[in-house]
């Protein structure tokens, strides 16, 4: 366990802390940070995500324990979104965001680095089907809501404005790619693989930076939504899989997956947006703090 930490999970951890210590001692700035943010999601992001989703193979993907996490997900964020709309007395918006904090784990930037260092990349795998599972549907599905529930432009601006997004666009052509066995050239995956390889120290160094002006106050709804997130979640995926799946060889990993810290993207939509984030925030840094005992611990 403390091999796991020291040599797999802090070396990723740490790219987050030395954003969120140079963000207190102002060596840069918010604005800096949400432009490296912009590059990373915008420009690195696709390529690793279409590396990988154009590569995998469906065929050794364990759909059944992987339709589970989904339900698992799905009613997480059913729970986590009542709780905080009802409980916490938060807006509508704001709860949807909560909700998805609770399920939407930092797998692709976070969990899988981790587990790639731990097991290699076929050991990672079950991690690598979440990451295609969350990045084509869940992470297209908030993106989508969100749009459509803040209101700012009409369905069909909405529309029209992510079929233009980076990200959402290269799933598509992974998935497509991968579905119709049409192979990718490899210059291209190269290329995919040597812009992706930045994306989540970028990712993660300008995270630490922007929650660094975050205030981290640990209020009841913070608790209440970060226990749902490490300990709620993964106790659902662990009971799911042991009920449903009790011999799948997969089980150890989604746990792990689940375990993991609150991903930023319920963050970065709430600035999108303009939701309030003094639970958001808070959350993201307390989820990132807490899951590297659990995590070395699963792992």
Same mark, same amino acid.
């Given at each position: 366990?403390?091999?796991?930490?020291?040599?797999?999970?802090?070396? #990723?951890?740490?790219?987050?802390?030395?954003?969120?210590?140079?963000?207190?001692?102002?060596?840069?700035?918010?604005?800096?940070?949400?432009?490296?943010?912009?590059?990373?999601?915008?420009?690195?992001?696709?390529?690793?995500?279409?590396?990988?989703?154009?590569?995998?193979?469906?065929? +050794?993907?364990?759909?059944?324990?992987?339709?589970?996490?989904?339900?698992?997900?799905?009613?997480?964020?059913?729970?986590?979104?009542?709780?905080?709309?009802?409980?916490?007395?938060?807006?509508?918006?704001?709860?949807?965001?909560?909700?998805? &904090? #609770?399920?939407?784990?930092?797998?692709?930037?976070?969990?899988?680095?981790?587990?790639?260092?731990?097991? @290699?990349?076929? @050991?990672?795998?079950?991690?690598?089907?979440?990451?295609?599972? !969350?990045?084509?549907?869940?992470?297209?599905?908030?993106?989508?809501?969100?749009?459509?529930?803040?209101?700012?432009?009409?369905?069909?601006?909405?529309?029209?404005?992510? +079929?233009?997004?980076?990200?959402?666009?290269?799933?598509?052509?992974?998935?497509? %790619?991968?579905?119709? !066995?049409?192979?990718?050239?490899?210059?291209? %995956?190269?290329?995919?693989?040597?812009?992706?390889?930045?994306?989540?120290?970028?990712?993660?160094?300008?995270?630490?930076?922007?929650?660094? @002006?975050?205030?981290?106050?640990?209020?009841?709804?913070?608790?209440?939504? +970060?226990?749902?997130?490490?300990?709620?979640?993964? &106790?659902? #995926?662990?009971?799911?899989?042991?009920?449903?799946?009790?011999?799948?060889?997969?089980? !150890?990993?989604?746990?792990?997956?689940?375990?993991?810290?609150?991903?930023?993207?319920?963050?970065?939509? &709430?600035?999108?947006?303009?939701?309030? +984030? !003094?639970?958001?925030?808070?959350?993201?840094?307390?989820?990132?703090?807490?899951?590297?005992?659990? %995590?070395?611990?699963?792992?």
């Amino acid at each position: 366990m403390l091999q796991v930490l020291t040599h797999n999970i802090l070396p #990723v951890f740490a790219i987050l802390a030395i954003g969120f210590l140079m963000g207190r001692r102002q060596t840069f700035s918010a604005d800096e940070a949400r432009t490296v943010n912009r590059v990373a999601f915008l420009t690195l992001q696709p390529p690793l995500i279409f590396a990988l989703l154009s590569s995998l193979d469906f065929g +050794t993907i364990r759909f059944g324990a992987l339709a589970i996490y989904l339900l698992c997900e799905v009613l997480g964020f059913l729970i986590g979104y009542a709780v905080a709309r009802f409980l916490f007395k938060r807006d509508h918006l704001e709860s949807w965001l909560l909700g998805m &904090a #609770v399920v939407f784990v930092n797998s692709l930037l976070y969990i899988w680095p981790i587990s790639v260092l731990i097991y @290699g990349e076929s @050991g990672a795998l079950p991690i690598t089907a979440i990451v295609a599972l !969350d990045s084509s549907l869940i992470f297209g599905f908030f993106i989508i809501s969100t749009e459509m529930m803040a209101g700012k432009e009409s369905p069909i601006a909405a529309l029209k404005k992510l +079929t233009m997004n980076p990200v959402l666009v290269g799933i598509f052509l992974a998935v497509l %790619l991968n579905l119709i !066995d049409m192979p990718v050239p490899e210059p291209v %995956l190269t290329a995919a693989r040597f812009a992706g390889a930045a994306a989540a120290p970028l990712t993660l160094f300008a995270l630490g930076v922007i929650l660094s @002006g975050q205030a981290a106050k640990p209020s009841l709804p913070v608790v209440g939504i +970060t226990a749902m997130k490490l300990l709620l979640f993964p &106790a659902m #995926v662990f009971v799911a899989l042991s009920i449903f799946a009790p011999e799948n060889s997969w089980a !150890d990993r989604f746990v792990l997956n689940a375990a993991g810290p609150s991903g930023a993207m319920a963050f970065s939509l &709430a600035l999108l947006h303009g939701v309030r +984030t !003094d639970v958001i925030a808070p959350v993201v840094i307390w989820s990132s703090a807490l899951s590297l005992l659990s %995590l070395a611990w699963l792992a």
